[in-house]
């Protein structure tokens, strides 16, 4: 009896929490269909009216096609897709030499690793900000992405996959000859996969959703990210355009769905075979 209390209760919390959840972006989703004065006349007093795009329009859409928020989105992919492909090569090489590679100092840097995805982002956007201007890099592809390369829970993700391959692999591997860049690259690599995706995912949710650093490191109106082109949406002399400013919390939610939805089997199992073994 008290296990199927147990389990009652645990599945109407999972409700109420999935509801809390799905109600704010259907409501924004529903919302960004209807006009301006349809959303603000139908929000107060709340009823299912609210959930219900009458009157039909796909202004705000249009309005927000038309105003370039879709360059921002593009290049946001682009920006997320570079830093994928830095990152993967940056995280697995760090993470294969602290699973396979004995040298001075190891335990103290790789505690320095893990400690460093637990700095929140905002305590080193200063001293970040000084060393990408020293570097002459502000208002450039370089700024957006090789801050964002370097990732700690991608490196402690790969070093627990390559520990978790037996080192007899790597052995004979070396007995035939081969170097450690072809053992990583031809061997490791590949049966890593789904630490890969997890990986890809994690560095491309980070550049998606980054705010603060691309609002501060780029001014260029062509070099927008998405999040900052949402912000400069409420920019207006006269009013906020509320339903446009819905269609691109819609457009910005949807995509990341799009690439997590196909791929979240791997995700998983990334996450659950890297920690197998401690």
Known sequence: M???????TKYVVLFVFGVFVIIPFFWTLVSSFKPMNAILKDIAPFSLKTF??????LDSYEQLFSGGFMKSVFFSILVGILTIIAGILINSTAGFAFAKFR??????????????????FEAIAVPLFIIV?????LNTLGALILPMIANGLCVFLFYQFFKNIPTDLMEAAIIDGASWWRIYWQIFLPLSKPAVVSASLLLFLSQWQSFLWPLVSVQSQNMRMVQVAIAYLTINE??????????????SS???????????RYYIRGFVTSGMKG
Do not use: D, Y
Not at 2 to 8: D, G, H
Not at 52 to 57: E, G, K, N
Not at 238 to 251: C, D, K, Q, S, Y
């Open 103 to 120: 040298f001075p100092g190891k335990k103290i840097i790789f505690m320095i690793v893990l400690i460093s995805f637990l700095i929140p």
């Open 254 to 264: 949807v995509i990341p769905l799009l690439v997590i939805f196909p791929l979240q």
């Open 133 to 137: 201007r020293w570097l002459n890099l």
């Open 238 to 251: 006269r009013t906020t355009l509320l339903h446009v400013l819905l269609a691109a919390a819609v457009m």
């Open 2 to 8: 008290n296990k199927v209390l147990v389990k009652i």
């Open 52 to 57: 219900v795009p009458i009157p039909f329009t």
